[in-house]
């Protein structure tokens, strides 16, 4: 209840001319950054921190975390628009967001997107609101065992998920590690796989492959099936978008399941993307016709949008009261907070309780404000699908490329995307799946960091990760995660060849 | 209209001149302040405040930008130094990495190939434990450590860097034996300490506080030569005054400290270097600097020229000594 009058409080802060319009300038330009792929959220953020330093906290946090949401808004706009994501978090939009639009559905998909999305972050927020003293406690639980445990639950949930051959996904996730692991290792301290090439120090970035993999690779696809995108004649009108979020109520089960995912993810270390990929495995999982997913299913896009915003907005939460930032633009936030002479760290609650009641108040209010301006933009973004190829696809490129040089300022990294292009058309043409390459190159420098300071504390034993109820329990479900499908399949088999057998006798 | 623009441009800039004493190196575009850490980390703070007043007091007359290159643990930034010899537009930022990351890692670039300019502050190294540990000071805590052998857990940000060298120090000088555990920066490891997943680690003030004000994890000494400056209680009635330092705790280690260092590429001109110390000067006089010294409890030192040069002479036989010693150096 204390928590609840804190609010309100904190409502009388957010609630001023002056903060609102900061929300709406912050989620425009945040909308503006996400939709350009590379020019995401942390680099946004960083953009925006020098102008910050003349403001006071709370309108300086409102504006950043506003351009947040924004850009976490903006990079699914692409996703399904062009299939090609403004943030690695809305990868897993891509999957059936981009068959719907295009089958012509495109304003129903960035609707369902957006109200799904919106649904999430309001979950993530009440959380932090409710439980936000629990939450700070628990997470403190976590060490590296733990951090293990959540990353091999996400990869388990998504290895045996099936669609593409199970071989193909191993040999997708591998390269993912490997391009994970080029750079400067901090468990050793020694540089890998970079052949002496100074370029290669800051190893690769996953942005860029996602550019690559994903922008380039889906234009080299497209030029060679007829220079045109499908599903240009839809139409669009606004009221398309209220039908959808008449919808939305309908998928309830898909909306619960996946809050909780994203939140789980966010309040842990797993992350926006990590919950993403594994909200929409388990949505496939769970579906009575799993066979409809890939191929323009609304649950498609429901699931990961709803646990991506979910993990975003309750990621606040671990930065706030712990100061572990919980993404890239957490960190660049938490510089901020610095700079504006806060110290992130449990007591910031107790001292400025105005600042971290403000943000936790704008997060209500920039999140209605982001999901009224995005679908506001609905019908406007579809209608960009009707401009022809030939002026929409060369833009799409130099965009792509400025994109990949913002992510580094390096000309490098420009060719890197193109051969990152290059792999991405030859997956589509060899039917490799490239969803598990990015995931690994997300998450997996992470989990081998975890892993190896594992087997640091336990001097090289494996039984770390039996040795309390809470790893142990995760590991538990993480294998549970990976066995299951292989499980049914071999049951499924077997009651094939019985029944085989009961025919020939 | 036009002859007015003209004239009051005139006026400006000779108010300018005379305001400024003619130094022999202007800058003549925008300049990049080049950050060998990702966004967030200690020397990005400390890039920002210095861009945010040199805006604030105007102190150079062209826009400054940050740019992060982290990469590599800061290697990134300091070979697009190598990579900018003779331009005299980009500072790169940093601390004593400059000159210690060629001895641990075959990297792309040479100490030689940057200009020393200045030093702005010394950063602290403390011992941390946990609130509730039954340690009462530094000695009891090495002598817990010398009991059980290999068994207590020291955190820290990094590998070969200044927490695990420091590490190898107390090590050397005690006789105890921790398993050093690196994670990706102090946040972490203060989080880690906080949680008693780790026994102890060696974080800056900064990088501890919001953990101590809380009461979750307590310093025990300073790795300084004299006490930190006094300041107001942080937890228990107790500031950054009140720790010893560890000479007095009994641990026969002299001193540890990072400086946070300023330099420009290799071959520029000579009036630029004193145009940027001078520069660095002014920020280290400012009120805006002294808040952020006391704020994160770091020790404000300026040095520059000689002193400076003397100092990184000093400081890199010192660590270069430990990694020797510790089979660290790769050349």
Known sequence: MENFASLLHGFQIALTTHHVALMMAGVLLGILVGVLPG??????????????????????????????????????????????????????????????????????????????????????????????????RFALKFSSPE?????????????????????????????????????????????????????????????????????????????????????????????????????????????????????????????????????YAMAKRSSRNPEKFGKGEPEGVISPETADHAAGSSAMLPMLALGIPGSATAAVMMGGLMIWGLNPGPM??????????????????????AVIVVLATVPLFASILRIPFSIIGPAIVVVCFIGAYTVGNKAFDIWLALAFGIVGYLFKKLDYPIAPLVLAMVIG??????????????????????????????????LALLLFPLIGSTRRGIRKLVTARAAKA | MKRFCIAAGAALASVI????????????????????????????????IVQSIITKHKLIEQPVVVLNKGGGSGAEGYIYGKGAKGDAHKVVFGTNNAYLLP?????????SDLTPVSALALDEFLIWVKGDAPYADAKAYVEAAKAKPGSLKMAGSQSKDTDQTLTAMIQEATGAKWIYVPFQGGGAAATQLAG???????????????????????????????????????????????????????????????????????????????????????????????????????????????????FVAKDEAANAKVFKSEGWVVN
């Open chain 2, 196 to 310: 008693g997943h780790v026994d102890s680690n060696t974080n800056n003030p900064n990088e501890n506080i919001g953990q101590w004000k809380a009461g979750q994890v307590k310093p025990l000494c300073v790795f300084s030569p004299v006490r930190l400056a006094k300041s107001d209680p942080v937890h228990d009635g107790k500031g950054w005054g009140d720790i010893p330092t560890c000479k007095e705790a009994g641990l026969p280690l002299e001193a540890f400290q990072m400086p946070r260092t300023v330099w420009l590429p290799a071959e520029v001109p000579a009036d630029a270097v004193a145009f940027y110390a001078d520069v660095m000067e002014k920020v280290s006089k400012t009120p805006e600097w002294a808040e952020f010294i006391a704020r994160t409890a770091q020790t404000a030192r300026f040095m520059k020229g000689k002193e400076f040069t003397d």
């Open chain 1, 147 to 279: 951090y293990f445990a959540v990353y091999f639950m996400t990869f388990a949930s998504f290895v045996g998920l099936g669609g593409a051959s199970p071989f193909k996904t191993i040999v997708s996730m591998a390269m993912g590690f490997a391009f994970a692991s080029i750079g400067m290792d901090s468990v050793s301290g020694n540089v890998r796989l970079t052949y002496e090439f100074d370029v290669l120090l800051a190893g690769v970035s996953f942005l860029i492959a996602v550019i690559g993999l994903f922008g380039i690779g889906e234009l080299l696809q497209t030029m060679e099936e007829g220079l045109r995108f499908e599903g240009v004649k839809a139409k669009v009108s606004p009221r398309d978008v209220l039908a959808t979020a008449l919808k939305l109520p309908r998928y309830w089960l898909a909306l619960l399941r996946s809050s909780i995912i994203g939140i789980w993810m966010g309040i842990t270390p797993g992350g926006p993307t990590a919950a993403s990929f594994m909200s």
């Open chain 1, 348 to 369: 910031l609650f107790v001292e400025r309780p105005d600042f971290v009641w403000g943000l936790i108040a704008s997060m209500y209010l920039g999140n209605v404000v």
């Open chain 1, 445 to 478: 420098d992470k989990a081998e960091d975890a892993f190896r300071q594992s087997m640091i504390f336990s001097q090289g034993s494996l039984s770390i990760f039996w040795s309390n109820p809470l790893v142990a329990s995760l590991m538990a479900i993480g």
């Open chain 1, 39 to 136: 020019l995401g959220a942390p680099n946004g953020v960083s953009l925006m921190l020098p102008l910050t330093f003349s403001m006071d906290p709370v309108s300086a946090i409102i504006l950043l975390t506003s351009l947040y949401w924004g850009a976490l808004f903006g990079g699914s706009t692409t996703s399904i628009l062009f299939n090609i994501p403004g943030e690695p978090s809305s990868v897993a939009t891509t999957f059936d967001g981009h068959p719907m639009a295009k089958q012509g559905r495109a304003t129903e998909a960035l609707s369902f997107a957006f109200l799904s999305a919106g649904f999430g972050a309001m979950a993530g927020v009440i959380l932090i609101t409710l439980l936000s003293g629990w939450v700070a």
């Open chain 2, 103 to 111: 001895y641990v890692a075959k990297l792309g670039y040479k100490f």
């Open chain 2, 17 to 48: 001149a005379a305001v400024v004493p003619a130094a022999a190196w202007q800058p003549t575009k925008p300049i990049e302040f080049v950050v060998t850490s990702g966004p967030g980390g200690g020397t990005d703070n400390f890039a920002r």
